[in-house]
């Protein structure tokens, strides 16, 4: 999947046809407004204001405490860019807008919108940080509880969107009873599992922090008595042995590529004869080809955010194969494609 600039009617088409559009200038400039624009409308509440109702500039301005006029010209970007209709200076929300940005959604990305931006601030130093070789700790145990509010829960509602499908997708021979998710601090795929499976305990290892959120975020979902959660590094923490199921969702870009190949082999101790592991991670095509956009965009993302990169699946497979996993297994998810997803078995 990739981004690009589309043109709105016949003289658009001509001018990108001719080649003379400067297409670095408009996708470098359109990108960042777009991104800055609906990231600061959800963070205002702009969103929530017109949730239910029509509103003026005035009224919206009001409702979550700005300049009037100022708002006016954050409204008519958010019409422009598709997300707010506009008639006669009253406002309302496109389907766009109702189904993704507002919190009373089941669709809702309002929280993922709020960790883009956390990502957003981040990134804003991409030059520093190449010329340098230096780079964040993303999971620092000094991020504030707010950083790990937004970090969380924005996780959590991809995984609400995602759960159902990948527990579809997951092929058992048995009811598994245990669930060890690594690195799941939302425990929203935990979750998942377990309105699947009756009988599931699962068990959550992942930082104070994210473990903090994610004790809340399961217990609105009512599931607080199947999903518990242990504080824990999961490059030097114990990860238990026993287990049915192990988890390795968006883990493997987070370590070294020392540490990669004895991720896959821990995961391997954890498990019960004939238990499963499950890989949800960034995809990479691995090649000496050109690039997707998730794979190349990745690979700076990550190298920014933690040191670290997204690794080929020829690798992941060769990590699997090497730890003594076998009936490897690659689906593709419709509702996040740009991922790699592939599960192995633990022989009997």
């Not at 009873?177 to 959550?204: E, N």
Request: net charge positive.
């Amino acid at each position: 999947m990739r981004l690009g600039v589309i043109p709105e009617g016949i003289i658009d088409r001509i001018a990108l046809v001719s080649g003379k559009l400067p297409i670095p200038l408009l996708e470098t400039f359109w990108g960042i407004a777009l991104g800055s624009t609906v990231i600061t409308g959800t963070r205002l509440g702009v969103f929530e204001s017109l949730a239910k109702n029509k509103k003026t500039a005035e009224e919206v301005a009001k409702d979550v405490k700005c300049d009037a006029q100022a708002m006016k010209t954050l409204l008519n970007a958010l019409n422009g860019f598709g997300y707010l209709k506009r008639r006669k200076g009253v406002y309302s929300l496109t389907k766009k807008a109702g189904k993704w940005l507002t919190t009373e959604s089941h669709s809702s990305m309002h929280d993922a919108i709020l960790f883009m931006g956390e990502l957003f601030n981040i990134l804003g130093d991409i030059e520093t940080a190449v010329k340098s070789g230096k780079t964040e700790d993303f999971h620092s145990p000094d991020k504030t509880p707010e950083f790990w509010k937004y970090y969380i829960r924005g996780l959590a509602t991809f995984a609400r969107s995602a759960g159902a499908e990948i527990v579809r997708r997951v092929s058992l021979d048995k009811n598994p009873k245990r669930l060890l998710d690594i690195g799941g601090g939302h425990g929203m795929y935990s979750v998942a599992f377990c309105r699947k499976y009756a009988s599931l305990q699962a068990m959550v290892l992942d930082l104070p922090g994210a473990v903090e959120q994610g004790k809340n975020i399961v217990r609105e979902k009512g599931f607080e008595d199947r999903v518990r959660f242990r504080q824990g590094d999961l490059k030097v923490s114990e990860w238990g042995k026993g287990y049915d199921l192990v988890l390795l969702f968006n883990i493997i870009h987070t370590v070294s590529l020392t540490k990669a190949p004895q991720i896959l082999a821990r995961a391997y101790q954890s498990l019960s004869p004939g238990g499963t592991v499950v890989i949800l991670d960034s995809e990479h095509t691995g090649n000496e080809k050109d690039l997707s956009a998730t794979s190349g965009f990745n690979e700076l993302l990550f190298f920014i955010i933690n040191g670290t990169c997204v690794y080929p699946e020829k690798d992941i497979r060769k990590w699997m194969t090497d730890a003594g996993f076998i009936n490897l297994k690659k689906k593709k998810l419709l509702i996040m494609p740009m991922t790699l997803f592939i599960t192995g078995r633990k022989p009997s």
